[in-house]
């Protein structure tokens, strides 16, 4: 992972420890001042009366700033007499939180309504850690993209039109005559597998759509002139295909071999053979063309190159 | 007045137009900023997995040029005893392998229009990428004598692998 992206990750993370730091904070105090006005209404009522009148105060501006009024009102957390002195305009104006409401009750509502502020926040703190037009800038979503239902059946056809090739002993015999391990090459062709994008996870296969690739090392090569150039590519031990290998025009070999052709092709690259082993790429083209498909055609033929 | 300022739009239009049709009709820009010397053109074509390019001179010295990321080197160092001559440079922070060899001994490719009989004197330049074991540049001709070689040095040299 490059040392920016971890950079961001870690930033995103010190943000949230912050965030979840402060409103632990802010609960422990409210959760503190909460119990000492539980205690002191627990206790006789003289001891209320002596509750200073300060504290009360700012305890219950602090409740009122909040949603715990609204929340208390909404709960039968007070006797409905007091409920009915609370809502009265006029008459005497005493604490419904130091001599209505029960003690315990009040401590019950604070631990809830601190869980759901904590979720609330946590939840608010998420949103915007993972936002997903931040994290589509930032982070690699998809190095590995699979393909639509047309394009996939575009590989799959190709998949088994070159099974069928290889699967022939003159085809065997003249690329083995080239320097082609012919078991390697069988294996590694029989390997080959096209993810469809429908399917999330990339496990299992290994023919991606190198278009829509979020991976850094394949969106650098797609900047340069090769990549611009080619319809695939090996990246690994995966093929990646791209626009220029479904898009055949005319030519003396269909579309659906020439595509096989070409995953023949980057199947012996998969067994360690380069193109300057054969003398070029094109060279590698003829080799496999008439071996598997026929001697009177060449690379020119393909309906995938020079398109 | 009026008919001065008219034939100066008309005369700015034609340059501009003159212009435009030159740069479409002129030869494609070598790959990887290759300077020419004077009197060699360019063409640029690509295989499925490749981009290609020549560069020619009338009736003269071919380089046929292919880069890849599996193009592999055609100048491997480990095959030096089969190179009549071969040199490691660092050439603007990129490595270059050079080998001069002849045709079916150090390698397998064959000019397109081959020029002169067999064996072939085949000169090989390979500039290694950066994108796998097998990601290079290759450069490749018949050089039928010295003045050749130089020519091709002299531009091939020239070429950018970070382009």
Known sequence: ?307 | MRSMTTTRLVGMTACCILLLASAAFADDPPYGNVKLLDGYKYKRSHTFDTINGLIYKDGGLRIEFESGISEGYAVDPKEKKNYNWFRQQEINGHTVFLALTQSGVGTKWEPEKPRGPKPRRILMVTFPGKFGPMNAANFYAEVLDDKEVADMLLMVLTFDPSK
């Open chain 1, 1 to 307: 992972m490059p040392a920016a992206l971890r950079g961001s990750f870690a930033a995103c993370r010190a943000i949230q420890l912050e965030r979840v730091a402060q409103l632990l904070g802010y609960i422990q105090r409210w959760s503190l001042r909460a119990s000492r006005a539980v205690q002191k209404s627990s206790t006789s009522r003289a001891a209320l009366r002596s509750l200073r009148r300060v504290e009360a105060e700012q305890l219950k501006s602090e409740v009122h700033a909040t949603l715990v009024e609204w929340f208390l009102l909404n709960l039968p957390l007070m006797k409905p007499v007091a409920a009915k002195e609370r809502a009265r305009p006029s008459g005497p104006s005493r604490s419904y939180l130091k001599t209505r409401v029960r003690g315990s009750r009040l401590l019950a509502a604070a631990h809830i309504l601190a869980i759901v502020e904590l979720s609330r926040r946590l939840h608010q703190a998420y949103a915007q850690a993972y936002d997903k037009q931040a994290a589509d800038s930032v982070l690699p979503q998809n190095p590995f993209p699979g393909f639509d239902k047309g394009k996939l059946g575009d590989v799959n056809k190709a998949l088994a039109e070159g099974a069928k090739l290889l699967q022939n002993s003159d085809c065997q015999k003249a690329l083995a005559q080239a320097g082609i391990n012919v078991t390697d090459l069988i294996k590694a062709f029989g390997n080959l597998k096209a993810r469809p994008d429908s399917d999330p996870s990339t496990k299992g296969y290994n023919i991606f759509y190198a278009e829509k690739s979020t991976d850094p090392q394949v969106q650098q090569f797609l900047q340069t002139e090769s990549g611009k150039g080619a319809g695939g590519f090996i990246y690994g031990q995966d093929v990646m295909l791209r626009k220029a290998f479904f898009n055949a025009h005319a030519a003396r070999i269909g579309a659906d071999i020439s595509r096989a052709l070409a995953l023949i092709h980057e199947a012996v690259h998969l067994t360690g053979k380069s193109d300057a082993f054969f003398g070029g790429s094109a060279k590698l083209n003829d080799v496999v063309i008439h071996a598997c498909w026929s001697k009177l055609y060449g690379h020119k033929d393909l309906a995938i190159v020079g398109n």
